[in-house]
């Protein structure tokens, strides 16, 4: 499903065919690609790894023990449920849909309310794309039975790094081992200062092609953890994360563990921020600070 307006393509939503729902083709308004894609032109050595980094996604390695964040073996899936709806304004392109998240048998872990909006390009040459999910324990199963009697129980998101409820891998030209730049709210730079460490937004920038463009990812102030650790690597990786404080730095003691019990929902959002041009930390702010009071 093509996200975008005047006949220029932003980004495509893929809500099922494969593991998970995920973004692909995500661009600046002026048509530079952002993302690793896969399965078209041979990638550099070493920027084919973690396959199931696909574009932008979302999900959780331990969820009751269910992996929901790889593709290895034994995996599980968040599958669609129900039709994805589409509302098109002179604004904004909005996509939503109902999935469930499952372990690798099929047995339903969490519900999950999903909607992406896209919205029209900002004079300042940024365009927005809003990513909100409500999760809830459930019963519901992919062919619509459940066990007579039974009763939804508590599930666990457990602490660990592997984890996001928004996950990006850039092109690698914008990798940090290929010259790009990883930077925080807070202004920290590079990986090594960056990962595991909390902030209201995090990015990476770089030149693709002859074209200097960036993304950033915005940590809704709602959020739980906010602001949230991010677990953003040199070769691509961005995932904003509230769950692996034990793997993070400080963080020994700590347990970023998150327990729904049946009838409790929580919700997560973010907001992508495409931007052409110089990283600008002012600017990134001030769309923060926008968005924070939505």
């Not at 998240?101 to 992406?116: I, K, M, N």
């Not at 650790?229 to 730095?249: K, M, T």
């Not at 729904?260 to 110089?278: A, C, D, I, N």
Request: proline share 7%.
């Amino acid at each position: 499903m093509e996200l975008g307006f005047d006949g220029r393509v932003f980004a495509r939503y893929v809500p099922d065919g494969t593991p998970r729902p995920y973004l692909d083709r995500l661009s600046t308004v002026d048509g530079v690609p952002l993302l690793r894609e896969l399965g078209g032109a041979p990638l550099p050595d070493g920027s084919d790894d973690h396959p199931h980094h696909r574009g932008v996604w979302w999900g959780h390695r331990a969820v009751n023990g269910a992996d929901l964040w790889t593709e290895f073996a034994g995996h599980g899936s968040i599958v669609s449920l129900g039709p994805v709806t589409r509302h098109d304004s002179p604004t904004t392109v909005t996509v939503a849909h109902d999935a469930v998240w499952l372990d690798s048998s099929g047995a339903p872990l969490l519900t999950e309310h999903r909607v992406v909006r896209a919205h029209r390009p900002g004079a300042d040459g940024t365009q927005a794309l809003d990513l909100e999910g409500t999760l809830e324990p459930t019963l519901a199963r992919f062919d619509g039975l459940s066990e007579p009697g039974a009763t939804a129980g508590a599930v666990t998101l457990a602490d660990t790094k592997e984890a996001g409820l928004v996950a990006v891998r850039v092109t690698p030209e914008l990798e940090e081992r290929r010259g790009g730049r990883i930077q925080t709210s807070e202004g920290a730079v590079g990986e090594a200062r960056a990962w595991g460490r909390p902030a209201r937004w995090c990015a990476y920038a770089g030149r693709v092609g002859a074209a200097e463009v960036g993304l950033a990812v915005l940590d809704h102030p709602s959020n739980p953890g906010h602001p949230v650790h991010w677990h953003v690597r040199d070769y691509g990786l961005l995932a904003a994360n509230p769950f692996g404080l034990s793997d993070f730095p400080g963080g020994e003691s700590a347990d970023g563990t998150m327990i729904l019990e049946p009838g409790e929902r929580v919700t997560f959002r973010h907001r992508l921020l495409t931007f052409s041009g110089p990283l600008d930390s002012a600017v990134i702010d001030e769309h923060a600070e926008r968005y924070g009071a939505s």
